[in-house]
């Protein structure tokens, strides 16, 4: 299998190139995109040292697979382009995800829809993916009627710019500034734009993405997305509403049963999810599981994932794991 990374300079890039190690996926020729001004320079990946090349170049190189995470006017350009040349594009940017002719792909949700015509796969936001990872189990027993999720997000998920402030206002110097008011001792109710009914870009995201995902456009959700002082980690608090009645016993039984879910639920030991723990691992961890003694029907939790992994970079990944045990492992065979 011939893989290209675009983007494979940046952070989420960089990350990708980690857990295709990690994971072993089984890569006969990797080819490095980035941006003009990094082509000719060298990225490592299993102690090789390998020249990023344009996108033309890659492009006609004609790889099985392109993983993308280079933004979404890149995507826009250039995805069509790499499946016109018959490669199979998984992006990690918000440029096809709402298109009705692309999937919106969690693997171990709705990965079995996938098939080999589908040249152009979006990766989710990564506040969508550990939510739905959460929320999927629990709509097939209870059928979920409403989400109420407020987000406590990394600057990872702004990217090295943010991160830099960060770490600039914590050693008292002065930099370049990704947000508009200091983060580090603050949070920022402002993930990415704001948009005309009030709600900024990440929490539509959330709304409309979790919709798809789920296949349940009757699912109610509301977000409030908030920036934090960490360095790799969303959090969530998430108020579900049920059609059905639940109890707690049966919910973390199933949650705990759940394939790329670990349950934290021991209040006793303090036992819970943390960005400090997650950071690194590609499961989504959830707890804090408790019934909503407001209202009937409906539970609390605490979700908690690196973004940078299953978030983006690991999704991804197994994206391409899926394609490769689906369809180019039989064709080598």
């Known amino acids: 299998m011939r893989i290209a990374l675009v983007g494979a300079t940046g952070m989420v890039g960089q990350e990708m190139l980690k857990v295709m190690e990690e994971r072993q996926l089984p890569i006969d020729e990797i080819i490095l995109v980035a941006s003009e ?47 016109a040349a ?3 594009v998984i992006d990690n940017s918000s440029a096809w995800r709402m298109d009705a002719d692309k999937k ?9 829809l996938l098939t080999e015509d589908d040249k152009i796969i979006a990766n989710p936001n990564c506040s969508t993916i550990q939510l739905v990872m959460v929320l999927k189990p629990l709509h097939e027993k209870y059928g979920i009627k409403r989400v109420v999720v407020s987000t406590y997000q990394s600057v990872t998920g702004t990217g090295v710019k943010a991160l830099n402030q960060m770490n ?19 949070c920022i109710p402002h993930c990415d734009v704001f948009l005309e009914n009030g709600y900024t870009k ?4 959330l709304t409309h993405e979790t919709k798809k ?16 002082p960490v360095m790799g980690g969303h959090s969530e608090s998430v108020n579900i509403e049920f059609a059905k009645e639940f109890n707690t016993t049966d ?10 879910l670990v349950l934290r639920d021991q209040n006793e030991m303090n036992n819970y999810p943390m960005p400090l723990f997650a950071r690194g691992k590609d499961d989504v961890f959830v707890g804090r599981i408790r019934r909503d003694l407001s209202q009937v029907n409906t539970l609390n939790c605490w979700i908690v994932a690196d973004n940078l992994r299953k978030g ?22």
């Open 168 to 186: 600039n206002e914590r050693a008292g110097e002065k930099g370049e500034m990704a947000y508009p008011y200091p983060i580090d001792q603050n």
């Open 202 to 205: 990440e929490e539509m995201k």
């Open 86 to 88: 018959g490669t199979t």
């Open 213 to 228: 995902i789920l296949g349940d456009d009757r699912v109610q959700v509301t977000a409030t997305a908030v920036r934090v």
């Open 312 to 333: 983006a970079a690991t999704n991804a990944v197994q994206i391409a794991e899926l394609l490769y045990h689906r369809f180019y492992q039989k064709a080598a065979l």
């Open 251 to 260: 919910v973390r039984k199933l949650l705990a049963d759940t394939p790329g």
């Open 104 to 112: 919106l792909v969690v693997p171990e949700i709705n990965g079995h």
């Open 37 to 83: 001004k990094s082509i000719g320079q060298s990225v490592k990946f299993k102690d090789t040292e390998y020249p990023v090349v344009s996108m033309d170049d890659a492009i006609a190189a004609q790889p099985d697979i392109a993983l993308f995470s280079a933004g979404g006017q890149t995507s826009l350009d250039h995805a069509p382009r790499f499946a």
